[in-house]
């Protein structure tokens, strides 16, 4: 018992020592000099500012939770002008829907008072292109909006310009800045999200684009559709009756809108994985809306997306310089890097005749002098086969009644003049890929359109190769290719078949009927190519003559 109390004193003795050095020796330290004696003054101003910094952290927690967005104030809508050097372009404030787009560089028609090609009419404004779909709410009738900052007068060379609408739609804060560029048909746009409740949601957001038909041409070379470039290929669909009904498209998606021969209104998502085009024709007018996946919105926290638009021509240098996937809005075909080269020769040509119509004329001679030896190759076979005609036409009498006979005896005839009747035809296949990327280059090719060559009909006042783009409106051209082409076959040895001999003699008239409707651009090639045909099937046979004179 005696030895219990003893240790019970000790182990008290111990807890006092303890306790005694944990709390005496900074005493003891601060007498013997070991640490510095803490400044009154400086101990004063770090707890001052200690307090500080938890007040502030106190009020930017509460201002999160309870105050997270400044004083919104809408006002009534307005319209917003934003000029650049290509464009003019008018914004309704009211939800940053486009009233009216108009190309500076563009008419409507080839006539001198004629009116700029306008990507947004009335008709097509109330379709609310450039216009902001949030969880399935139009943010430009439902919500309510504001101008924060908008641009000052016109755009020079080289300039931009950002108009930045703020508004509140479907429980949320939305942010809209629209930029401009003087250089470019592109506008890019940043949309900031922020949840106006204290919940946790999600939110999906949607871009739309609306035209009418009123800047294509009509019929098969310039017709209105809605097109969608998913997963590194074009889409498009032109049925009216299967618009009617609405087209969709998922998956990665580069851009989507309506677009002509020559014009495009498109919406490029920012996130082009797993969007999905919805179009439309409704009225007249050709809709789409591209809508991302869902997002979610935390309280007090913004979410940020991104996206941009294209108004303007389908020009391929510009669509470039945006991304190789719009500029595949401009269809080449399966030739399309011949089309493209074809294309690169004709503008280089246009730099220095400064006319289309002539730059289409040598490039044509270019072609032709490129392909001169197969052509002659072709020729000279042709002419073989012409001298064979008497002989074969005397197999054909004398075996008309045997026609395994007959055939075998036209082989051996082929095979003792040394004649290879598909010799011919190899050079022409060879120049289908050419003729196939040129055909498609000069249909698309928007610096054809309206383009002049010969402005006025000899001796007249009236108009006639003004555009390139569009049918002779008087057919002469491709009544006098019909007749080139018709000279061309008298000067070639006719088909050893009769049924073939009666197609042939049709085909220069099938042709000009064909051609009737071409874009004179087209058809101005082909007359071309096929004047230089007929003077090198002249030099040959004037060629072979010689040769048979002299042996």
């Known amino acids: 018992m005696q030895e219990t109390s003893s240790s019970t004193k000790n182990l008290a003795l111990a807890i006092v020592l303890c306790l005694a050095v944990l709390f005496g020796w900074s005493f003891f330290a601060e007498y013997m000099g070991w640490v510095a004696k803490p400044d009154p003054q400086v101990a004063a101003q770090q707890q001052a500012e200690a307090e500080r910094a938890r007040q502030e952290k106190a009020e930017a927690e509460k201002a999160r939770t309870s105050v997270p967005l400044t004083v919104f104030a809408p006002v009534p809508g307005r319209d917003i002008t934003i000029s650049t050097p290509l464009y003019e372009a008018v914004i309704h404030s009211g939800g940053g829907v486009v009233r009216s787009f108009r190309l500076k560089h563009y008419s409507a028609t080839i006539q001198p008072d004629s009116p700029l090609v306008d990507l947004v009419d009335a008709t097509t404004a109330e379709s609310a292109p450039l216009g902001l779909v949030i969880d399935g709410a139009a943010s430009w009738s439902l919500g309510q909006w504001a101008v924060e900052s908008e641009p000052q007068g016109p755009l020079s060379a080289g300039q931009s310009a950002v108009l930045r609408l703020v508004g509140e739609v479907n429980g949320l804060r939305v942010v809209r800045e629209l930029q401009f560029s003087a ?36 019929g098969q070379y310039d017709a209105m559709r809605i097109a969608w470039y998913l997963d590194n290929s074009l889409g498009q669909e032109s049925d009216a009756e299967d618009l009617t009904k609405g087209v969709t498209a998922s998956g990665n998606v580069s851009w989507a809108g309506p677009m002509s021969t020559y014009f495009l209104s498109a919406i490029l998502p920012g996130d082009t994985s797993n ?37 303007g021509p389908k020009k391929r240098k510009l669509l470039m310089e945006v991304s190789d996937s719009l500029a595949g809005s401009v269809e080449l075909g399966m030739f399309s890097i011949i089309a493209k080269g074809l294309l690169w020769l004709l503008e280089f040509f246009h730099q220095y005749v400064n006319n289309w119509g002539l730059a289409i004329i040598l490039l044509t001679v270019l072609i032709k002098a490129v392909f001169w030896p197969l052509t002659a190759k072709s020729y000279a076979s042709m002419e073989k086969m012409k001298k064979l005609q008497p002989m074969m036409m ?60 010969v402005e006025f009909l000899p001796f007249t006042d009236k108009i006639w190769l003004a555009d390139l783009s569009g049918k002779d409106p008087f057919y002469i051209t491709p009544i006098i290719m019909g007749l080139t082409m018709f000279l061309q076959q008298r000067m070639s040895p006719p088909p050893t078949d009769p049924t073939q001999q009666k197609v042939m003699m049709f085909l220069p008239l099938i042709f000009t009927v064909l051609f009737l409707g071409f874009p004179s651009g087209l058809v101005l090639y082909w007359l071309v190519n096929n004047i230089l045909s007929i003077a090198q099937q002249g030099l040959m046979h004037r060629k072979n003559r010689r040769l048979d004179a002299d042996s």
């Open 394 to 453: 005397n197999i054909r009498e004398k075996y008309k009644d045997n026609k395994e006979m007959m055939n075998k005896e036209v082989m051996a005839l082929y095979k003792t003049y040394g004649v290879n009747p598909a010799s011919g035809c190899i050079p022409i296949l060879v120049q289908l890929p050419v003729f196939f990327g040129l055909y498609q280059a000069l249909l698309t090719a928007i610096e054809l359109r309206h383009a002049t060559f």
């Open 275 to 311: 969007v999905t085009v919805k179009g439309l024709l409704r009225g007249g007018v050709y809709r789409v809306a591209v809508e991302e996946q869902d997002i979610q919105l935390t309280p007090g926290n913004t979410a940020e997306l991104e996206a941009s638009y294209w108004f």
């Open 183 to 218: 250089d470019s048909y592109l506008i890019k746009e940043k949309t900031s999200l922020t949840p106006l409740g204290d919940q946790t949601r999600s939110a999906r957001v949607a871009y739309t684009v609306a035209s009418d038909a009123s800047n294509a041409g009509g």
